[in-house]
T-cell receptor, first 113, second 118 residues
Framework: GQNIDQPTEMTATEGAIVQINCTYQTSGFNGLFWYQQHAGEAPTFLSYNVLDGLEEKGRFSSFLSRSKGYSYLLLKELQMKDSASYLCAVRANYGGATNKLIFGTGTLLAVQP | GAVVSQHPSWVICKSGTSVKIECRSLDFQATTMFWYRQFPKQSLMLMATSNEGSKATYEQGVEKDKFLINHASLTLSTLTVTSAHPEDSSFYIC??????????????FGSGTRLTVV
């Protein structure tokens, strides 16, 4: 089966840095995404990794190690508006379909003043 | 950029009735549509994958006779929740896969439908 794990909740301080980890065990791995989601809204794309290494995009960076089945999302200079759920999602080919996007358990981040 | 229009945004229905949710890709051809369900404080759970003109592929544990998916054209996919019950109350969201990869690496989400069954 597909197994994608994240910490359930995290708390961080405004202006600080926070790292949200994601570990996965999937068949047919074909890339990893990070999304931000506010309650009752659609997920918003943050980053995509398919090769090992770090992808940087402004205040957000994402890292992938395929051999370890591990990724993290790094958020710098935290702002109050960054309080949201962060979802790790793996693109995978299995079960007769290709490029499925399977989401992890999600991490609810609370940014405090 | 790519846009997927999802309707209705919220619906309340009586137990035992059916509800149809539509997702339309407005400016691109959605070769594949993914349907997700999200319960409060949980992540998105993939229910099924549909390709235009063919039968949907359902994830393990999802009843295909209860959640009917139609993907008759490259711009429209529908999910019908048949004989809805209160436990079906959830946030349903679609994600369309673009032929190209320019838009969000090929996945565009609808805005979601909040279904409440009373």
């Amino acid at each position: 089966g597909q197994n994608i794990d994240q910490p359930t909740e995290m708390t961080a301080t405004e202006g600080a840095i926070v790292q949200i980890n994601c570990t996965y065990q999937t068949s047919g791995f074909n890339g990893l995404f990070w999304y931000q989601q506010h309650a009752g809204e659609a997920p918003t794309f943050l980053s995509y990794n398919v090769l090992d290494g770090l992808e940087e995009k402004g205040r957000f960076s994402s890292f992938l190690s395929r051999s370890k089945g591990y990724s993290y999302l790094l958020l710098k200079e935290l702002q109050m508006k960054d309080s949201a759920s962060y979802l790790c999602a793996v693109r995978a080919n299995y079960g007769g379909a290709t490029n499925k996007l399977i989401f992890g358990t999600g991490t609810l981040l609370a940014v405090q003043p | 950029g790519a846009v997927v229009s999802q309707h209705p945004s919220w619906v309340i229905c009586k137990s035992g009735t059916s509800v149809k949710i539509e997702c339309r890709s407005l400016d691109f051809q959605a070769t594949t549509m993914f349907w997700y369900r999200q319960f409060p404080k949980q992540s998105l759970m993939l229910m099924a994958t549909s390709n235009e003109g063919s039968k949907a592929t359902y994830e393990q544990g999802v009843e295909k006779d209860k959640f009917l998916i139609n993907h008759a054209s490259l711009t429209l996919s529908t999910l019908t929740v048949t004989s809805a019950h209160p436990e079906d109350s959830s946030f349903y969201i679609c994600s369309a896969r673009d032929r190209g990869t320019k838009n969000n690496y090929g996945y565009t989400f609808g805005s979601g439908t909040r279904l409440t069954v009373v």
